[in-house]
């Protein structure tokens, strides 16, 4: 490959890797018609949208607690259809006292916190793993880099609350701790890569391996 060639390909892959995302709308909205699948959306007939397509009441009170203290509920177009093709979704998070965010990442989007109330260690890793973390409080917020390893902890007495926001209407979310150890990667690589013997791996497994 020629010098000029290869100028021209770092071009065109940094020009993508920065206009890669959701596409652009080519219409006001798209609320997605019932039968809607992921592969192929169809519009509902303009005439046939209410206010109630963009209006979302599920949020109100904190979801379900799991053992680590946290609760979250998301919301994307698989749920809220007025949302669709608009590249953005969010998140309601909730903390009791000492409840934890496990350390993970969004493979799609940037993530802005916002503090509804509480106090909230929060923070992300870099790839050159530098940490960035302090406590925020009610009315501040953080953003948290695309694709980067990022976590939160209620370090006050109360319950806290954070309301999400994604630049993606997918973001997605993959949490560490099960995505490492409860997952099928051969237990000799996580032996290895960890420096656990059969027993303790053994015991991390059954702790995250997904519940039927």
Avoid at 48 to 76: A, N, R
Avoid at 78 to 86: A, C
Avoid at 177 to 189: L, N, R, Y
Wanted: aromatic share 12%; hydrophobic share 40%; glycine share 8%.
């Amino acid at each position: 490959m020629s010098l000029r060639m290869s100028i021209w390909l770092a071009i065109f892959i940094h020009i993508y890797s920065v206009l890669a995302s959701d596409s652009d709308p080519v219409q006001d909205f798209c609320i997605p018609r019932s039968e809607f699948s992921s592969l192929f959306v169809s519009c509902k007939n303009s005439s046939l949208v209410t206010v109630e397509d963009f209006v979302y009441s599920g949020i109100k009170s904190p979801g379900e607690f799991s053992k680590t203290g946290f609760s979250s509920i998301p919301v994307s177009v698989s749920v809220f259809p007025g949302l669709n093709t608009l590249s953005m979704s969010f998140v309601r998070a909730d903390f009791e006292p000492g409840g934890i965010n496990v350390p993970h990442y969004h493979p799609r989007a940037t993530e802005t916190a916002f503090v509804l109330q509480g106090k909230i260690y929060s923070g992300f890793v870099d790839s050159r793993n530098r940490v960035f973390a302090k406590v925020i409080e009610q009315g501040e917020v953080m953003v948290f880099p695309k694709g980067l390893i990022h976590f939160q902890m209620n370090i006050g007495d109360s319950q806290a609350t954070i309301l999400g926001s994604f630049n993606s209407q997918n973001p997605g979310s993959v949490k560490i701790p099960s995505a490492v150890f409860g997952s099928d990667i051969e237990e000799e690589v996580l032996i290895k890569a960890f420096g656990l013997n059969n027993k303790e791996l053994a015991k991390l497994k059954k702790k995250f391996l997904p519940t039927s």
